[in-house]
């Protein structure tokens, strides 16, 4: 990988940089050495009668000098630093290509929707003036409702940083039932967390009173969280101490308020995750592997853009991949509804154009598998469905 490159030739410099450092401290350290010595002896005996020849001195340097050979020694450190030095920024400019727009399809993207996920992204980041001044400037003003939900948001979050976990909580219960449907608990995860700080700030009888008041009514859901706040109490005063430090940790705050998030997003029919911050980290991805594409194809005189799929895959992180997708490892075609993945007797997958090609379009007529010895029929291979 290009990364994995540039970071080797940037040890490779660090190294050599260090190493002539190192080499010409200890080169400094040692002419100097000479020198401090050579003028205490003509120090120490100053006013003696057996005071000695300065050029004598001087000449015992210039010799010793001569030997150590600094210019020498410092030299080859010096020529390797310079060689590391001059190819790094070729590896950069090499890896980092300036002229991208080769790599990309000429695509016709609706302005509108463009306009949308980039004020959709300036709210979602907490940048509500700037997504109001592109709003008006872009002149898209009925995407200013899209600022309304994540102002919310950001006044419940923003809360329960500074401790306040009320707007949460009445967010929480209004939306319950829907909450209900998609799995989530969370608003008896907050209700945990208020109980605890109820108990740390005004004792063990306010937070009983609070579990029978909030907690009880529903107890057939959160049996084991009200054990757990009942065997807390037992522990009033020194919670930092106990089995259960965990329910008040600071980190279980913050993880409390990113699932918030993800909840409040989820019930607004809008991704956790910017999907403009998603297409840029997919697009950082997979660039290398297009521009490498760029330069194969336009050496060919190819024009990948006419391509309907990609003749390379593109390989994204797992978090990426929203949705199975199969490519061939023969043909490189991703698969469709007329040419689907079939599985094989000996257990690999090729796409059904694949099979064909290798079967010479004979269904009876056994073929060998490309990536192991089996000898394989059509009529045994079996569509797969993701």
């Not at 463009?114 to 898209?140: K, P, T």
């Not at 757990?228 to 101490?241: F, I, Q, Y």
Request: net charge neutral; proline share 6%; charged share 25%.
């Amino acid at each position: 990988m290009e990364l994995n490159t540039i970071k080797d030739a940037f040890d490779r410099v660090v190294k050599k940089q260090k190493l002539s450092s190192s080499k010409s401290q200890d080169m400094i350290e040692r002419v100097s050495q000479e020198i401090e010595q050579a003028l205490s002896r003509m120090q120490s005996v100053v006013g003696t009668t057996s005071q000695p020849d300065h050029k004598v001195v001087l000449a015992e340097v210039k010799t010793k000098l001569k030997e150590m050979s600094p210019l020498s020694q410092l030299d080859n450190p010096q020529k390797e630093l310079s060689v590391a030095l001059n190819k790094y920024p070729k590896i950069l400019e090499k890896s980092f290509n300036p002229d991208i727009s080769k790599a990309y399809r000429n695509v016709d993207f609706d302005v509108h929707t463009v306009n949308q996920i980039l004020a959709s992204h300036f709210y979602r980041e907490g940048l509500f003036d700037i997504g109001d001044c592109f709003i008006e400037e872009a002149q898209e003003p009925e995407y200013a409702d899209k600022k309304s939900p994540f102002l919310e948001l950001f006044r419940i979050l923003e809360a329960m940083k500074s401790g306040e976990l009320e707007p949460a909580l009445e967010w929480a219960a209004t939306n319950r039932e829907k909450l209900d449907q998609s799995g989530s608990n969370i608003e008896i995860q907050l209700r945990r967390l208020q109980f605890i700080d109820i108990l740390q700030k005004k004792g063990r009888d306010e937070a009983l009173k609070y579990c029978r008041k909030y907690m009880t009514p529903c107890a057939h859901l959160c049996m084991p969280d009200i054990q757990k706040l009942m065997a807390c109490l037992l522990w009033a005063g020194r919670l930092e101490s106990s089995p259960y430090y965990d329910l008040f940790a600071p980190h279980h705050a913050e993880k409390l308020a990113e699932e918030l998030a993800q909840q409040y997003c989820k019930l607004l029919g809008e991704s956790y995750e910017s999907p403009l911050s998603t297409t840029i980290a997919a697009g950082v991805q997979g660039l290398p592997t297009l521009l490498k594409l760029m330069n194969v194809m336009t050496g060919r005189k190819q024009e990948w853009q006419n391509m309907k799929h990609l003749p390379v895959p593109v390989d994204l992180d797992k978090e990426l991949q929203f949705h199975s997708i199969f490519v061939c490892p023969v043909s490189r075609d991703q698969a469709s509804e007329e040419n689907p993945p079939m599985l094989l007797s000996c257990g690999h997958v090729l796409c059904k154009q694949s099979i064909t090609k290798l079967s010479k379009n004979n269904s009876t007529r056994p073929f060998k598998c490309p990536y192991c010895p089996t000898e394989v029929e059509v009529a045994h291979c079996r569509q797969l469905h993701f």
